[in-house]
């Protein structure tokens, strides 16, 4: 190395010295060391090249035991280098522990037999040793378990079934559209549970989406689908007219309007200028609709800010139509469908099921079985995507 430092360039000294030569170390592999290629060298060892030897298991040693496999290794290898091994002493070293009495050990098979007089003439010693004394060979054939026990495990049928999910919620929040005029959107729902007071139990309550103002309209049980229709005309349409959109949840109380009247709901349209001669019904117009504009701007930032928090803590999550995913019926335990004895044991999971349809950005429909009496559409963060290949397919839901 000294020699080599005064034949070639200055610049290439440091480069240099991060190389040396390998030594066996008792033909081992290379000492525990904490740098990756540097390792100290032994002074008077000669280097030492033996070619590695491996040999495939025929059909019928596969059916051994393990012990007769553990055993068939340094028989093996023994014969394999005996040219190196006879009239010396050697070592063998294994990770099987029993290995180290078979000589001492009573031969019970033909085969054990056999391979003890192959051993007859060699000198050697079998010495066990540890699997934390052995990690550099012990990981070689384990280099990439890791990975084939992450990929087993994800594919898992049961394992998906049964796992709970970690990950946060999939679907980004799809905010709804701001209305472009007062009373023209409104949404709809019921607070019910109450204690009774003077026979009402229930509160129908009608908000408006852009200006936030609400109605609270008592209830009685029971209350159906015409008592509602007659209470919302005689409490909010006959005030601000007929909406153009109602949002609510899916009771069967509310009813489309088209459905019902057969056409569209009216619009109510926006101020414009020279439409009215009076001088004071223009300016309150004009000055109503720029409060309409600022109280939409107002909104639209609160929508932003409230979107932007609320996706923090989801992820966007998407299914191709031909998919299969897991379902998750509901959040928690699963109400829709039969209980079993033992709850806990119940599956997370029910499926898999293919996507028939994408409904808008965070819902799709599954093309459940057809006995199931469950609706078929759902949100993506109810749905879990299938690893792996089909194994098991449910053909009913116990509903």
């Known amino acids: 190395m000294e020699a080599t430092k005064s034949v070639v360039p200055k610049g290439l000294n440091p480069i240099l010295e991060e190389f040396q030569e390998v030594f066996g170390d008792n033909i081992q592999l ?70 180290k009495h078979f000589l001492q050990q009573r031969v019970s098979s033909p085969d054990q037999q056999c391979w003890l007089a192959k051993l007859l003439g060699y000198q050697f010693e079998v010495k066990y040793k540890p699997g934390l004394e052995n990690r550099a060979a012990d990981a070689l054939p384990r280099c990439h378990g890791e990975r084939s026990v992450r990929d087993y495990v994800r594919s ?41 007071s003077k026979g009402y139990e229930a509160v129908l309550v009608v908000v408006d989406r852009l200006s936030k103002y609400s109605h609270f309209v008592l209830l009685k049980h029971p209350y159906t689908a015409k008592s509602i229709a007659e209470l919302f005309v005689k409490e909010v349409v006959r005030l601000p007219g007929i909406p153009s959109f109602i949002i609510s949840d899916r009771d069967p109380l509310f009813t489309p309007f088209e459905v019902v009247y057969g056409r569209q709901p009216p619009a109510l349209l926006r101020f414009l200028s020279n439409e009215t001669k009076v001088a004071a019904v223009a300016l309150e117009l004009s000055e109503r609709d720029e409060a309409l504009k600022q109280l939409k701007l107002h909104l639209l930032k609160a929508q932003e800010q409230m979107t932007r928090y609320a996706n923090k803590k989801r992820r966007d999550l998407c299914f191709e ?61 109810y749905s879990r995507e299938l690893l792996g290949t089909i194994r098991y397919m449910e053909s009913y839901l116990k509903t």
């Open 30 to 99: 290379p000492p525990e060391r904490s740098q990756v290629h540097r390792i100290k060298l032994y002074p008077d060892h000669g280097a030492i090249n033996v070619r590695p030897y491996s040999k495939a298991l025929s059909d019928g040693n596969l059916e051994k035991s393990v012990y007769e496999k553990e055993l068939m290794a340094p028989v093996l290898c023994i014969q394999h280098w005996r040219h190196y091994l006879l009239g010396r002493e050697c070592i063998v070293h294994t990770d099987h522990k029993i290995l």
């Open 321 to 381: 139509v031909g998919e299969w995913v897991f379902l998750k019926l509901r959040p928690h335990r699963q109400q829709s469908v039969v209980k079993r004895i033992h709850q806990k044991l119940a599956a997370r999971f029910y499926g898999p099921f293919q996507v028939a349809e994408k409904i808008g950005e965070v819902a799709y429909r599954l093309k459940l079985p057809s006995v199931s009496r469950i609706r078929p559409v759902f949100m993506c963060h």
């Open 156 to 196: 898992c049928d049961v394992c998906q079934r049964q796992k709970y999910s970690a990950t946060t919620p999939g679907g980004l929040l799809q905010p709804l559209p701001i209305p472009n005029g007062v009373w023209e959107d409104l949404s709809l729902d019921f607070i019910t549970g109450l204690p009774k």
